[in-house]
């Protein structure tokens, strides 16, 4: 590619671009290169914006080795549905390392969800028990599509429960799930958590929603929810219990769902057992008996958002057909 010009990528393009398999291998691998500390996450920015109750925000970061530089921004409209549009909206710029242009374009809608779905999977993969058959899913959205499709890749899961405040969004779940040929099971929370052999939170509840009592040994949860102070899933007691892994601690202490036991002290940084990267980096033990609770506390950052759309970019690339715009 010439110096000047910017691949653009639709959120078509994206959809057909990356599947699940490719997401989770290139974030596994960003992952481990945060841990060998070759990729950087920068500061977040996350503001209410003032109008349509929106919340906007910047993701940026950079990985020295692959090399990537870049940066998501978007956010939340919670009114959008009824414009016929999704609430999350987002789009990546990625840039020349060497030279600082901006060299792609990448509507993050589609990828976004991939991505998160590819985080929780990976950490699905290192910390829940290999016999694992039982999906719980606590939140029924769009992003527990993802969820769903993303944690088949790593488990060989059989019959999944799940509980919605919103009856169109269990039905609309349920036949996704028969589709793929599984048992699928409406439930309350209590059953949903105490069913589950891998435990999904994906909602955007501001109180804890899976209490401490339910949660039986040996369960993996992965807490996807929680990216914005005043979020939360969980017992703070039940984080407290597990042994739990981040993406980022700073961010799990400050967003996400360890934000609130931390905040009662219940635990502090030091009560982190690792980053995921750690994990797959080797750095770390994962998983250390069959019986122990293992949370994951899935935040989200920059990386994660890059490495897709760099894989958005370099496949259409391989494949051709990429619109290109010169400026």
């Known amino acids: 590619m010439t110096n000047g010009s910017l691949v653009i990528i639709s959120e078509r393009d994206a959809r057909e671009l990356v599947g699940f398999d490719d997401a989770i291998d290139a974030v596994e691998k960003m992952f481990g290169a945060m841990a060998r500390g070759e990729a950087r996450n920068y500061p977040v920015v996350r503001e209410p914006v003032g109008c349509q109750d929106a919340v906007f925000g910047v993701k940026a970061g950079a990985d020295t080795a692959a090399p990537i530089l870049g940066l998501k921004a978007g956010?939340?409209?919670p009114h959008n549905l009824g414009r016929g549009l999704g609430n999350h909206q987002s789009s990546t710029l990625l840039f020349d390392p060497q030279t600082g242009r901006a060299c792609a374009l990448v509507s993050a809608n589609y990828l976004t969800g991939v991505r998160t779905g590819a985080a929780s999977a990976i950490a699905t993969k290192y910390l829940s028990r290999p016999d694992s058959r039982v999906l719980g899913m606590i939140g029924a959205g769009v992003q527990s599509q993802f969820q769903l499709r993303a944690t088949l890749a790593v488990r060989p899961?059989?019959?999944?429960?799940?509980?919605?405040?919103s009856a169109d969004n269990l039905a609309a779940f349920g036949r996704t799930v028969e589709q793929l040929g599984l048992e699928f099971a409406a439930a309350e929370r209590q059953q949903v958590a105490a069913s589950a052999d891998v435990l999904i939170t994906v909602t955007p509840s501001q109180q804890p929603l899976v209490e401490k009592s339910w949660v039986r040994p040996g369960t993996?949860?992965?807490?996807?929810?929680?990216?914005?102070?005043?979020k939360q899933e969980l017992d703070p007691l039940l984080v407290a219990a597990c042994a739990i892994f981040v993406d980022e601690g700073a961010q799990a202490i400050s967003i996400g769902e360890c934000q609130h036991a931390f905040n009662a002290g219940?635990?502090?940084?030091?009560?982190?057992?690792?980053?995921?990267?750690d994990v797959v980096a080797g750095r770390c033990p994962g998983r250390r008996s069959a019986s122990e609770i293992t949370l994951f506390d899935g935040t989200g950052v920059a990386m994660q958002d890059l490495v897709v759309a760099e894989l958005a970019v370099r496949l259409a690339r391989q494949r051709g057909g990429c619109s290109v715009v010169d400026y």
């Open 266 to 277: 219940l635990i502090d940084a030091s009560s982190f057992r690792g980053a995921i990267g």
């Open 75 to 77: 956010g939340y409209w």
């Open 157 to 165: 899961i059989r019959k999944v429960y799940a509980w919605d405040p």
């Open 220 to 230: 993996h949860i992965s807490a996807m929810g929680a990216d914005t102070k005043g």
